[in-house]
């Protein structure tokens, strides 16, 4: 069998578990930086099919944003279509996998999608062969919301697997790595957050006596250092070891989703999940059942000083039944379910609409 798994950075965390256990040739499709280098050693090659789309003051316009994406899935079914793949499988709710999906349905290749952020899924996993939920009620939601009928729990998240397994660096080589002289907060600015928010955090944190270091994840690192007039606050470029560097951080403030909130109950570090324009969505839902503060940006100040460690002991039992579980229906399938279809699509569509 040949299988291509499409992925972001914190997608590519989620299949590395399972790269390792299946008896598969692998190709990656990566979107976006990082990706690449997590997934060269699981893959006999990596291509490049384009990369997300960075918030800033400065937007495309839509039609910009259309012809990029219409480029860069030609580019992907090129690769599938020389590749001779016979599955896809794709993570997470971005460009890679609309990408990726829209390119399969094109060629005919069978998908599989580990869906993970449930309440926001991206439209084109109504086309996914086989989508998978970490717990029944999720699935159930899936079924009834969006009417999936190939939905399966595998019951847990795969990437704790991978972060719990992870060679970290020690304190030392972060305080060298990055220049640091005294304790630190890591800010990660991900999808949970609009450029307007920025600001607004931006200003809030300067007037705490604390060390920040900001990861702009989603957003343009000139514009966000634009914001910072005060010597507290660091903006950190480029390819960030963010499970390291939040490991020996006095706490975590992210407005950011899945990713980052399983990395931070598995390290144990008290954390702030913003309350971004996600009000409902897994992420919270995990949050508020490990014990992961979520707050406002105007309440950060207040919160801070009544954090406490998340629980991540469960997480961790069943992130190896959900990898089995995965594994057990590639090497099972076969290429008779039925996609959720259009219905399904616009389903999601309209659901997806009160976040544009």
Request: glycine share 6%; with cysteine.
């Amino acid at each position: 069998m040949k299988i291509a798994v499409a992925a972001e950075i914190t997608p590519a965390r989620t299949l590395i578990p399972i790269l390792e256990k299946l008896d598969a040739e692998v190709i990656g499709l990566a979107h976006g930086n990082g990706a690449s280098e997590i997934l060269f050693p699981y893959c006999s090659n990596v291509y490049s099919i384009g990369a997300g789309r960075k918030s800033g003051v400065n937007k495309r316009s839509n039609f910009e944003i259309l012809k990029l994406v219409l480029k860069d899935i030609n580019k992907t079914r090129r690769i599938l279509s020389d590749s001779n793949v016979d599955l896809v499988i794709t993570c997470g709710n971005a460009g890679d996998v609309r990408k990726a999906l829209s390119a399969s349905k094109l060629l005919s290749i069978p998908t599989l999608h580990i869906e993970q952020d449930i309440y926001n899924p991206i439209e084109m996993i109504a086309f996914s062969n086989i989508i998978t939920a970490p717990s029944s009620n999720y699935k159930l939601f899936l079924e009834e919301k969006y009417s999936l009928n190939n939905v399966f729990n595998i019951e847990g998240y795969p990437m704790v697997d991978f972060i719990n397994r992870k060679e970290l660096l020690s304190k030392d080589e972060i305080f060298m790595r990055y220049s640091l002289f005294k304790d630190y907060i890591v800010v990660v600015l991900g999808g949970d957050l609009k450029y307007e928010d920025i600001e607004h955090l931006i200003s809030v944190i300067s007037n705490l006596e604390f060390q920040f270091l900001i990861v702009p994840f989603r957003f343009d690192e000139n514009y966000v250092n634009s914001l910072v007039d005060s010597d507290n606050i660091h903006i950190l470029n480029g390819f960030i070891d963010l499970p390291s560097l939040m490991k020996y951080s006095l706490c975590v403030i992210y407005g950011a989703g899945m990713g980052v909130t399983l990395e931070v109950a598995v390290l144990g570090v008290p954390a702030i999940k913003i309350l971004g324009f996600h009000e409902k969505h897994a992420s919270v839902d995990l949050a508020k059942k490990v014990g992961i503060c979520i707050s406002n940006i105007d309440d950060i100040p207040i919160n801070l000083d009544i954090l406490s460690k998340p629980n991540s002991k469960m997480l961790i039992r069943s992130s190896s039944k959900s990898i089995n579980n995965i594994i057990s229906i590639i090497n099972s399938y076969e290429n008779n379910i039925s996609c959720g279809g259009f219905n399904s699509f616009y389903k999601i569509w309209n659901a997806r609409s009160v976040f544009r």
